[in-house]
């Protein structure tokens, strides 16, 4: 902590700014109804956000002191791999009340898992209906929430 100037003075204002967001939530969120485990209160998610902005400042602050913290990152310049996102979320829009949820789920992480794995296209396939099958188990059988478009 003797040299300052090594530090990332734009992380710790962040790192700040988190932390204060974060506290803010915990404080507001200790005046609503908490509930209980099965059923929680409104308080549940201010409460998890907060503490999750917290441990997250937390952890910006812890690595401000670290070894080679005045570099500059290199940012890439965008790639092909941001125009198919892009269009694959765009596509994702247009098409998610029409095919249904599932079909949309297996499509989205099927050709995002082909762009960023680099993985061959049958084990694309198979991530995105694997994925598809964990939200219907998810949505479906433990939040009893009906997904849009044709089901099970």
């Known amino acids: ?75 890439a310049p965008p790639s092909l791999d941001a125009g198919i996102t892009f269009a694959v979320l765009i596509a994702v829009a247009l098409v998610f009340e029409s095919i249904g949820a599932l079909a949309t789920f297996a499509g989205l992480l099927a050709v995002l898992h082909f762009t960023f794995a680099r993985a061959e296209w049958w084990k694309s396939i198979l991530f995105g209906l694997a994925g598809s099958a964990a939200a219907w188990a998810i949505f479906v059988r433990v939040l009893s929430v009906s997904l849009p478009g044709p089901g099970f």
């Open 1 to 75: 902590m003797s040299n300052w100037s090594a530090y990332r003075w734009g992380e710790a204002a962040v790192a700040a700014v988190l932390a204060a967001l974060g506290l803010y939530l915990i404080a507001a969120s200790t005046a609503m109804p908490s509930g209980s485990l099965a059923q929680p209160g409104t308080n549940f998610v201010p409460l998890a956000v907060g503490i999750l902005l917290a441990v997250v400042a937390a952890a910006i602050i812890a690595g401000l002191g670290l070894e080679g913290a005045d570099r500059v990152a290199a940012v």
